[in-house]
């Protein structure tokens, strides 16, 4: 397996805007799979690159793993091969990831998203280890996903630039938060000669900057409620047009803020939901979006023009 940005067989380039979207939930916290499949529709309509599924956004922490596999399986169903399917599967442990990432595989993801491992806090060489082993037991290519505000371990720009060797490791979701160490990673990354290996935003604060120094995309919180303005955002850094990228930016800036008023994803279920495009479930330990905030959330919508 190549370390080139695309999936096996169809070979569909991930890049772009890449919703990491929501898991509707009826108010009780069961599924809501038919809101699914027309959530999902609604992204392609909109110009959505990619679809992130199960990722933090999708509650990932808690679905079951029947339900899990469940959400793969319709959403890779009802995409259809439109757009490109990533595949959340990634965990802190290692024969747990291999397994989902073989279920994913299995019905047909174009990709997996592999989030450092959170809690047992391994070192740089079990984060090495532990990318390197879910690669070479699954032919699916691997997206790395660098969260360290919620995994606790960071992984290095050296040991990114390692794993960027390893086949079938196709990229980074840079979810750092810091456009200086996503800068230095792509200079790095090129430096060392891994031209294919693709950097994707993981903060939407800071994506359109990212993809004007080189990034490859963005995997986006905001995508989820604006998802034609994230294309064109994404269409527009990555072919150089400044003057467009601030434009659309300058129009998102509240929304990107308004995301993470309260942890991810109570504000952008709320908002969806507000917009009339899910269910209002979510499950705990998370809560419904606090009162005191809701119309400062709606405020930063309809500024955008998306209420």
Not at 111 to 139: C, R, W
Not at 278 to 305: D, F, H, V
Request: aromatic share 4%; net charge negative; charged share 20%.
């Amino acid at each position: 397996m190549t370390n080139k940005a695309h999936s096996q067989g169809s070979k569909k380039t991930i890049q772009g805007s890449m919703p990491a979207i929501v898991t509707p939930m009826f108010e009780d916290g069961s599924l809501d799979y038919p809101g699914l499949r027309a959530l999902l529709d609604w992204h392609v309509s909109e110009g959505s690159d990619g679809i992130v599924i199960v990722g933090t956004s999708g509650e990932s922490p808690t679905v079951s793993v029947e339900e899990h596999c469940e959400l793969i399986r319709v959403t890779v169903e009802q995409i259809a091969g439109r757009i490109p399917v990533i595949a959340g599967t990634g965990g802190n442990s290692t024969q747990e990831a291999i397994e989902l990432t073989h279920f994913a595989k299995k019905v047909g993801a174009d990709a997996s998203l592999q989030v450092v491992p959170y809690y047992n806090k391994p070192t740089q060489e079990g984060m090495y280890a532990h990318f390197k082993k879910i690669a070479e037991s699954v032919d699916l290519p691997v997206i790395l996903y660098n969260v360290p505000g919620r995994t606790v371990a960071d992984m290095a720009g050296d040991t990114v630039v390692r794993l960027a060797g390893v086949p079938g490791i196709i990229g980074i979701k840079d979810a750092t938060g810091s456009l200086e160490r996503g800068t230095l990673l792509i200079n790095d990354l090129k430096r060392a000669g891994h031209h294919e290996f693709s950097v994707f935003s993981g903060d939407d604060l800071t994506a359109a900057m990212l993809m004007l120094m080189g990034g490859h995309g963005n995997i986006s919180v905001t995508a989820n409620v604006a998802p034609r303005l994230m294309h064109e955002l994404c269409v527009a850094a990555m072919s150089d047009d400044v003057k467009r990228t601030r434009e659309i930016q300058y129009q998102l800036i509240a929304v990107h803020k308004a995301m993470f008023i309260e942890a991810n994803p109570i504000p952008v279920k709320w908002a969806l939901h507000e917009m009339g495009k899910i269910t209002a479930g979510i499950r705990l330990p998370l809560t419904p979006l606090s009162s005191s905030l809701r119309e400062p959330l709606k405020a930063a919508l309809k500024q955008a023009n998306l209420l």
